[in-house]
T-cell receptor, first 112, second 121 residues
Framework: QKEVEQDPGPLSVPEGAIVSLNCTYSNSAFQYFMWYRQYSRKGPELLMY????GNKEDGRFTAQVDKSSKYISLFIRDSQPSDSATYLC????????????FGAGTRLAVHP | GAVVSQHPSRVICKSGTSVKIECRSL??????MFWYRQFPKQSLMLMATSNEGSKATYEQGVEKDKFLINHASLTLSTLTVTSAHPEDSSFYIC?????????????????FGSGTQLSVL
């Protein structure tokens, strides 16, 4: 069993839709959760960084962590074609750098 | 913003040759850099952690004699794939840890390069 499971998609939505991206994980010791966006042939860039359970909102993006279910989500409101990218979840045991465990990434396409 | 430059972006080589990939932090000092590998439709997998002035720490299953890492300065780390074979074909990406402003250097201070697509014929 992989430590982090993420549906690779692709996920195709119309512009303006609400997008829901999800990851599940097996290690209950993970405490820090991140979402990265990766455009084709580019490195990942950090979108959201959360600690433990709860919600965090930043503009059109909302990250949710449910540690009891070992489930994290990223919601994108009013999706735009420029949001088309691969979204990677990642998690780690502690806040100071520790080994990041990545999901496989979900490819998202937002069409006009 | 912090920029990590990785070069080359794409390389095609013959089996048995060695390939060097460079990772530079352009506007900050990086005492620690990380090298990842990503096969198609799979997760980014950490290969090794590179600390300036010391030997790299390799993850289990990664051959240190095949993947040579040198972190000679605070802004440059290199990964050399020695005697590359077709099974080494992958996307290699580096990241650099920027020291935080406060007491803790968190994963928010981790910046990625653009990656190198290696194809071994």
């Amino acid at each position: 069993q992989k430590e982090v499971e993420q549906d690779p998609g692709p996920l195709s939505v119309p512009e303006g839709a609400i997008v829901s991206l999800n990851c599940t994980y097996s290690n209950s010791a993970f405490q820090y959760f991140m979402w990265y966006r990766q455009y084709s042939r580019k490195g990942p860039e950090l979108l959201m960084y959360t600690y433990s359970s709860g919600n965090k909102e930043d503009g059109r993006f909302t990250a949710q962590v449910d540690k009891s279910s070992k489930y994290i989500s990223l919601f994108i409101r009013d999706s735009q074609p420029s949001d088309s990218a691969t979204y990677l979840c990642a998690m780690t045991l502690s806040g100071g750098y520790n080994k990041l465990i990545f999901g496989a990434g979900t490819r998202l396409a937002v069409h006009p | 913003g912090a920029v990590v430059s990785q070069h080359p972006s794409r390389v095609i080589c013959k089996s048995g040759t060695s390939v060097k990939i460079e990772c530079r932090s352009l506007d900050f000092q990086a005492t620690t850099m990380f090298w990842y590998r990503q096969f198609p439709k799979q997760s980014l997998m950490l290969m090794a952690t590179s600390n300036e002035g010391s030997k790299a720490t390799y993850e289990q299953g990664v051959e240190k004699d095949k993947f040579l890492i040198n972190h000679a300065s605070l802004t440059l780390s290199t990964l050399t794939v020695t005697s590359a074979h077709p099974e080494d074909s992958s996307f290699y990406i580096c990241s650099a840890k920027r020291a935080g402003q406060g007491r803790f250097a968190t994963n928010e201070k981790l910046f990625f390069g653009s990656g190198t697509q290696l194809s071994v014929l």
